[in-house]
Every structure is written in structure tokens, then in C-alpha cells.
């Protein structure tokens, strides 16, 4: 069976505030992560449920993710769809002693899931790598 689930954790030196603004202000993704080229949101105020965005990145197709879980200052979870396949991404900021950790996981679902996720595999895994890292920069600068 083919890896249908990727995920990363670090640790930030920073104010669980501060990791969650920057986390959460995903129209500014861009500006910390190369994984990103551009974020539109598609309606306007704090992130919440049911909040759109149109996200660019290198070697991927446009996605607009929408927003389905969201517990305000620790996590949220947004999904896209394309025929067959749905992709969750999960964004959450939790304690661990005088640090946060972060932790972004992707996940593949639908009929042909697995098989974008075996396709993508090592591009997953370097971009979640390039968004911790970016966001343990931002976030500590």
C-alpha cells in the first residue's frame, strides 16, 4: 500500500501567539517558504471555517483549499479537491515545555490518492520540510 500520509514537526523558539499569527496568515506564505509562490484568499477576514484560498506552488497545479476544522490559536485543517482525489492538510501549534512544536501533515484520500501520493512523494516531503523550516525562521526572527 502506498504512503498516502506525510508529516513534519519542529520545534519553535517563540510565543505560541507568534506561531499561530504567522502560521495562520496564510496569504503571507509566500514571503517564508519556497514551496509557496502565491496565496489568494478568496473571501476576506481571520481564517475560519469555510475560508477559501487559491494556492500556487512550483510543480503543482492551482488549488483552492478550503478551511473544514479550525480550533483558534492551536490548529486547522483545510482540504482540496480534483476529480478522484482529496488532499487534507493539517497546520497545528501545541506546547512542549519553553518551545512550540509545529507540526504540517498532508494527506490523500479518494480513488486515486494513493496514487498522487506515491507520484508526489518526495516533492511532499520537501516542501512540508521547506514550510517548517520557514516557519521556525519567521517565527523566531
Same mark, same amino acid.
Given at each position: 500500500m502506498a504512503q498516502t500520509e506525510f508529516s513534519v514537526s519542529i520545534e519553535i523558539i517563540a510565543a505560541p501567539e507568534r506561531v499561530w499569527s504567522v502560521m495562520s496568515d496564510v496569504?503571507? /506564505?509566500?514571503? /517564508?517558504? #519556497?514551496?509557496?509562490?502565491? =496565496? *489568494? @484568499?478568496?473571501?476576506?477576514?481571520?481564517? @475560519?471555517?469555510?475560508?477559501?484560498? @487559491?494556492?500556487?506552488?512550483?510543480?503543482?497545479?492551482?488549488?483552492? /483549499? *478550503?478551511?473544514?476544522?479550525?480550533? *483558534?490559536?492551536?490548529?486547522?485543517? /483545510?482540504?482540496?479537491?480534483? #476529480?478522484?482525489?482529496? =488532499?487534507?492538510?493539517?497546520?497545528?501549534?501545541? #506546547?512542549?515545555?519553553?518551545?512550540?512544536?509545529a507540526t504540517l501533515s498532508i494527506e490523500f484520500s479518494g480513488m486515486l490518492g494513493p496514487l498522487v501520493a506515491w507520484i508526489t512523494r518526495n516533492l511532499n516531503e520537501r516542501y512540508l520540510n521547506f514550510e517548517a523550516n520557514g516557519l521556525k525562521q519567521r517565527c523566531e526572527e
Open positions: 496569504v503571507q /506564505w509566500p514571503d /517564508w517558504t #519556497p514551496s509557496v509562490t502565491s =496565496v *489568494e @484568499r478568496l473571501d476576506s477576514g481571520p481564517l @475560519r471555517v469555510g475560508s477559501r484560498a @487559491r494556492i500556487k506552488q512550483p510543480k503543482l497545479m492551482p488549488a483552492v /483549499w *478550503e478551511v473544514v476544522a479550525l480550533e *483558534e490559536g492551536k490548529s486547522f485543517m /483545510w482540504v482540496t479537491k480534483s #476529480p478522484g482525489v482529496q =488532499v487534507s492538510g493539517f497546520h497545528s501549534v501545541e #506546547p512542549n515545555g519553553s518551545s512550540r512544536r
